[in-house]
């Protein structure tokens, strides 16, 4: 790895061993993503329910998605070169004041009475601008404040935030709407710029302050620099495999897009059963995170990872055939908890190996796989749910992961044979 990469990392020599509850630089990152993701958790539901009674169009909620998505598209490169020459501090703070003045204006506008349909698209528009540098730069800055053998456990510990968000911000945003959208809207609008000076509450070392600018001093906004993200995943297999079979994981899996057939046709629980069915997997998810944080995987996270998604698809079939709701709660809780190990392994992997002037680049490409196989996973349940019914749906995506297991171990047998995460960052 070029020297650029290796000075980035934080100079504590006992960075190894301190807990991550005594490590500031993570604490401050740890609750900027709380803060971050529920806000956009509680404006998802605001903007969802406020565009449903503007227009009574569920198509209108898709290119809600939408509209969302095509910002991170467009900008997946352009995002990346920023990322890795600037400082990623600030382009995430940047990002969530630009989020935090999005939510601002779609209070106002509530208040005012002139949010109309095209309005709120075209400031949901404004934040999937805003997210799509956020994300993938929050993803490459976690790397720079930890030492390569605390990454694991701080990946880990990350992503039990947003686990935690995930539960705890789609409630409050529905609890919040009582009172009406401008308060839900405006509350986003606070957590996101608490985010925003969280995040320019991290202090870096010297050294990695210096190998940023030192990163950023060579190479100007070159169509080569641009699309270098793209051609390093490319030109190595097993970074490609582990985002690959992520990627289709995602897309085959998609049980979710289909809850609220379960929930009113198979299992008939009615609303409430919904919410529960909603928050099962990051129910599973965030107890596997935290326990992860707590003891990071040791030897063979190749083959765990593998596991973990093979785990994924078995637990999506037994939901789809389920008739009983506790059992379908907890396939939903099994399914969300293995798709966390695959999260940590591979966001870990793909970190490590990748080198930190690359690092920003790399990221918003994984994004954008990512992001693109959560909207064609939903569109792909509900195309096949309108041909074959909603339980041949599910079996289908969740055989159709078990196969891809089994071909990508074929695929990418280095991807298989890694064995652990922190002995490969010096390569």
């Not at 960075?15 to 803060?35: E, G, I, M, N």
């Not at 730069?137 to 039990?160: C, E, K, N, Q």
């Not at 995506?397 to 071909?407: A, E, F, K, R, W």
Request: glycine share 10%; proline share 5%; charged share 10%.
């Amino acid at each position: 790895m070029s020297s650029t990469s290796t000075t980035e990392q934080p100079d504590q020599a006992g960075d190894d061993q301190q807990p991550l509850r005594h490590h500031t630089p993570f604490k401050l990152f740890w609750c900027a993503s709380v803060a971050s993701t529920i806000a956009l958790q509680m404006q998802i539901v605001a903007v969802g329910w406020q565009v449903y009674q503007l227009t009574h169009s569920a198509f209108d909620l898709g290119i809600v998605g939408l509209v969302q998505f095509i910002p991170s598209l467009f900008l997946v490169f352009v995002v990346g070169h920023v990322a890795d020459r600037h400082d990623r501090r600030n382009v995430a703070r940047i990002s969530a004041l630009v989020e935090a003045l999005a939510a601002a204006t779609l209070a106002l506008g509530s208040i005012g009475g002139w949010l109309n349909r095209e309005m709120i698209f075209a400031i949901v528009a404004v934040i999937g601008a805003g997210r799509a540098f956020s994300k993938p730069t929050m993803s490459a800055l976690l790397p720079s404040l930890m030492s390569p053998r605390a990454l694991p456990g701080a990946v880990a510990g990350s992503a039990s935030a947003t686990q935690f968000a995930i539960i705890i911000g789609p409630a409050l945003g529905g609890l919040l709407y009582v009172a009406g959208p401008a308060v839900v809207y405006a509350s986003s609008c606070a957590l996101f710029a608490l985010c925003s000076l969280l995040l320019s509450l991290i202090r870096r070392p010297a050294s990695a302050t210096a190998s940023a600018a030192a990163a950023a001093k060579p190479t100007g906004a070159s169509l080569s620099s641009v699309f270098a993200g793209l051609a390093f995943i490319r030109s190595k297999p097993a970074i490609f495999g582990a985002i690959s079979l992520d990627m289709f994981a995602v897309l085959l899996g998609g049980a979710t897009a289909l809850l609220p057939v379960y929930a009113n046709d198979i299992l008939h629980t009615g609303a409430a059963g919904l919410g529960l069915l909603r928050s099962a997997p990051a129910a599973g998810a965030l107890v596997v995170a935290l326990w992860l944080a707590r003891r990071p995987l040791g030897g063979r996270v190749g083959r765990t990872m593998f596991i973990a998604v093979a785990v994924f698809g078995m637990a999506t079939i037994v939901f789809g055939l389920s008739h009983w709701f506790p059992l379908s709660l907890a396939a939903l809780a099994v399914l969300g908890a293995a798709d966390m190990i695959s999260v940590v392994v591979r966001s870990s992997f793909v970190q490590l190996e990748t080198p930190d002037a690359m690092r920003g680049r790399v990221s918003a490409v994984n994004s954008v796989f990512i992001g693109t196989s959560n909207q064609l996973g939903e569109f792909e349940s509900g195309l096949t749910a309108a041909w074959f019914g909603a339980v041949p749906a599910v079996l289908i995506g969740g055989i159709g992961t078990v196969v891809i297991v089994l071909l990508w171990i074929r695929l990418f047998p280095s991807l298989y044979q890694v064995d652990r995460l922190s002995s490969r960052s010096s390569q």
